[in-house]
């Protein structure tokens, strides 16, 4: 039986860990942890799944998330390759009266978000990147340095967006497993007509329990968890690809234009065609 809570690793002469997970090592299920996660993802792509969040991340991309948000990196392949330097540290690794001292306030409130998500975005993303790739090198209090440094930039800047907060969870081991189950399902299928049925009978739930089941713990109805899915899938091709919208509609689990149009103003408050414009690559 797969665990919610992993127990991260901690090496006797470090006060935090930061090192290079790859394949096979990439591949975390569903899981949340009592330290703060700062991760660079350095190879692969796919679906991020940070709390209620779901959206795709590239090679590049910075996440901060605070302790106890459940998470999940799902790559958009098996055969491509995930990697990730991934700093973990409890929110008091350098002592409670040390973030009470005045200096260190804006970093005090940063971390005190304890069920908060955050994607770094632009020239922050850049810049933290390249402390993160010192960081892993590093030994004594130069580590400690650029975690400080990596935090006060954070907690200062707004290049960053909220993607997830107060988001709290009370599962236990075996409903974790269940919420594996009808994630790996999802995303196997969405692009599949999917019913409350269908996917209540793999978890041999009853659909009211289900859907309570899946509320409580993803902090959204099951078809707006597909939503989301399916959108994202929709706008990676029309940044990816130049094929015709439509075709993309039908391509991204719909049948129709009307209700995929809809869905995807809901998410990206943009309609397809403008999203396109924004995204296209030069």
């Known amino acids: ?32 942890h009592l330290e703060c996660e700062l991760i660079l993802i350095t ?44 700093i973990h540290f409890l929110r008091d690794f350098c002592g ?8 260190i306030k804006p970093v005090a409130r940063l971390l005190e978000n304890k069920n908060t998500g955050i994607q770094l975005q632009e020239n922050l993303s ?4 390249v402390l993160i790739r010192q960081l892993e090198h590093m030994e ?15 907690s200062i800047s707004p290049e960053q967006k909220v993607i997830t907060m107060t988001f709290d969870t009370i599962t236990s081991g075996e409903e974790n497993s ?16 999917i019913s409350l049925k269908e996917v209540a009978g793999i978890t041999r739930m009853s659909i009211p329990a289900f859907c309570r089941f899946f509320k409580r713990n993803i902090k959204k109805s099951y078809f707006d968890f597909i939503k989301e899915i399916r959108i994202g899938h929709a706008c990676k091709l029309l940044r990816e690809t130049n094929r015709p919208v439509l075709d993309i509609c039908y391509d991204s689990g719909y049948n129709s234009w009307a209700h995929f149009s809809k869905q995807f103003k809901t998410v990206t408050k943009i309609p397809p065609s403008q999203y396109r414009k924004q995204h296209i690559k030069n």
């Open 1 to 32: 039986m797969k665990t919610l809570i992993q127990k991260i690793h901690l090496e006797e002469h470090h006060s935090f860990a930061c090192r290079t997970y790859r394949t096979p090592d990439f591949e975390t299920a569903w899981h949340k």
């Open 43 to 86: 190879e692969g792509n796919g679906t991020a799944l940070i709390g209620d969040y779901i959206g795709e991340y590239k090679e590049g991309d910075i996440f901060f998330l605070g302790p106890n948000v459940p998470h999940w990196f799902r790559k958009s392949s098996q055969k491509i390759v995930g990697s990730a330097i991934v």
């Open 96 to 103: 409670e009266t040390f973030l009470a001292l005045p200096e």
């Open 126 to 129: 850049i810049d933290i990147a």
């Open 140 to 154: 004594g209090i130069e580590r400690i340095q650029l975690l400080l440094n990596c935090l006060q930039k954070i």
């Open 178 to 193: 269940v919420i594996e189950i009808i994630i790996d399902y999802s995303f196997k299928h969405f692009l599949n007509p």
